[in-house]
T-cell receptor, first 110, second 113 residues
Framework: EDQVTQSPEALRLQEGESSSLNCSYT??????LFWYRQDPGKGPEFLFTLYSAGEEKEKERLKATLTKKESFLHITAPKPEDSATYLCAVQRGGSYIPTFGRGTSLIVHP | NAGVTQTPKFQVLKTGQSMTLQCAQD?????MYWYRQDPGMGLRLIYY???????DKGEVPNGYNVSRLNKREFSLRLESAAPSQTSVYFC????????????FGQGTRLTVV
């Protein structure tokens, strides 16, 4: 059974204080690992897909990395508008259905 | 460009009532999905439609039915609502079932009393 564990559950940062969110996974034959951002009362918004260990992707202050067991979402010099819940999901090879983690709630204080 | 539109946004039902959640996408996507999101549980797939004319069960299909009305529209029906179906429901679409970037609607917050 595919499993996705995100940590920490919640993270509070000061504006400009860089940190990382973790997504550890167990899946047989990874097809892809995804990161989404979800604002309160909204649907998830796609951020990145990572396909193989060693891959990295960046978008503004966000950088996602992937190893064989986990992914990190690095947030550099965060701003209050980066406050959201960040969701990680994995998709097994041969399946087109992702398994989502429970998310990390990030609050960035000004 | 609206993307994925869900209706209604909020709904309160009494136990045993039925209702249909509507979802439409204007991106010409082939695949559509229904998820529920509960506190501490993450997103769980209820049903999906890989292409027009096909539907398949996801992780938590019991108590639900779906209809892929056409390429644009994918509805979710609760025949006899139960308090355990209180949740936030999201519809999503992807270009096809092999694509990983999913576009989500704004969600329907359903309360069953």
């Amino acid at each position: 059974e595919d499993q996705v564990t995100q940590s920490p559950e919640a993270l509070r940062l000061q504006e400009g204080e860089s940190s990382s969110l973790n997504c550890s996974y167990t899946v047989s034959g990874l097809r892809g690992l995804f990161w989404y951002r979800q604002d309160p009362g909204k649907g998830p918004e796609f951020l990145f897909t990572l396909y193989s260990a060693g891959e990295e992707k960046e978008k503004e202050r966000l950088k996602a990395t992937l190893t064989k067991k986990e992914s990190f979402l690095h947030i550099t010099a965060p701003k209050p508008e980066d406050s959201a819940t960040y969701l990680c999901a994995v998709q097994r090879g041969g399946s087109y259905i992702p398994t989502f983690g429970r998310g990390t709630s990030l609050i960035v204080h000004p | 460009n609206a993307g994925v539109t869900q209706t209604p946004k909020f709904q309160v039902l009494k136990t045993g009532q039925s209702m249909t959640l509507q979802c439409a996408q204007d991106m010409n996507h082939n695949s559509m999905y229904w998820y529920r999101q509960d506190p501490g549980m993450g997103l769980r797939l209820i049903y999906y439609s890989a292409s027009e004319g096909t539907t398949d069960k996801g992780e938590v299909p019991n108590g639900y039915n779906v209809s892929r009305l056409n390429k644009r529209e994918f509805s979710l029906r609760l025949e006899s609502a139960a308090p355990s179906q209180t949740s936030v429901y999201f519809c999503a679409s992807t270009e096809d079932r092999g694509r990983t970037e999913a576009f989500f609607g704004q969600g329907t917050r359903l309360t069953v009393v």
